[in-house]
């Protein structure tokens, strides 16, 4: 098989800046974590970029995208604005989802960006109902649904491959296999580890990708989302990919060997792409740097900008929360 071609330079590019934007975005996350500055729980998605980069970069703006609560890198790949996210994960009311939803519920329905899901598996139902809504309004949107790989134990997948299967639902399926769900390998909780085909039992078109690669995430992607548009039913991504760092911050990570690790960063999806590009005369060392200038510069104003950011007023603590009594 042939490698992927490339896409055209200003498109490389982009997909390049947006990796680099996820990794320093999530570097200056868990900075920002030991600071205190940001509470409750933080998954962080370093050495999975090219998969959000590749996917969301074959979807139009008015696809939905559905995720899961390891969401940073899609959020910002759907563009919602690293500003609106790190204040968010500030706890502050200029975040996308007005500091109530935090690291894990990141939103924003004026990008059709629907979560940020902390329960595991959770937003694959959700997925198929915009899928189906989608296909009885006639309209061509494809959702796109972000997994990991511990959601396939889950009932939640195996009700939403039968339903979408049987009526042929415009829905693409990402399951960002990363080895391992939360501490326990794959090989641990998975009796069939080629999970892709967990989802052809239901007769769903699916197939294996390598998800450090870029290029191949999306040709794959563009095949899905094709496929999907064109009413032939769904569409499952097994993205091969590795996560770095622990599976969140408060994790020691004493379940996996730390010669592992080092392998798998050896297939860095950032330096594999600015390889590809370097050697096809797209990227040299000047645009790199001003790259990385541009993006170290992004992620300091957001973080400038969610410091300074207000908390929401404690009146309006019942907010959505209450229906207002009449008369009052």
Known sequence: ???????????????LRQMLLIRRFEERSAQEYSRGKIRGFLHLYIGEEACAAGVIGQLRGDDPIVSHYREHGHALARGLGARAIMAEMFGRESGCSRGRGGSMHLFDASRHFYGG?????????????MALADQLQRRSRVTACFIGDGAVAEGAFHETMNLSSLWKLPVVFACENNLYAMGTALSRHQAQPELWQKAAAYRVRAETVDGMDVLAVAEAARRAVEYARAGEGPYFLELRTYRFRAHSMYDPELYRDRRE????KARDPIALFEATLREAGILDEAKGQ????????????SVAFADAAPLEPLSNLLEGVCAPREGR
């Open 1 to 15: 098989m042939s490698p992927p071609a490339l896409p055209e330079p200003e498109v490389a590019l982009e997909w």
């Open 117 to 129: 899901n902390a329960i595991v598996g959770g937003g694959m139902p959700l997925a198929a109902g």
């Open 261 to 264: 690790v080092e392998e798998w």
């Open 290 to 301: 001003q790259l990385r200038a541009s993006v170290d510069a992004e992620v300091e104003d």
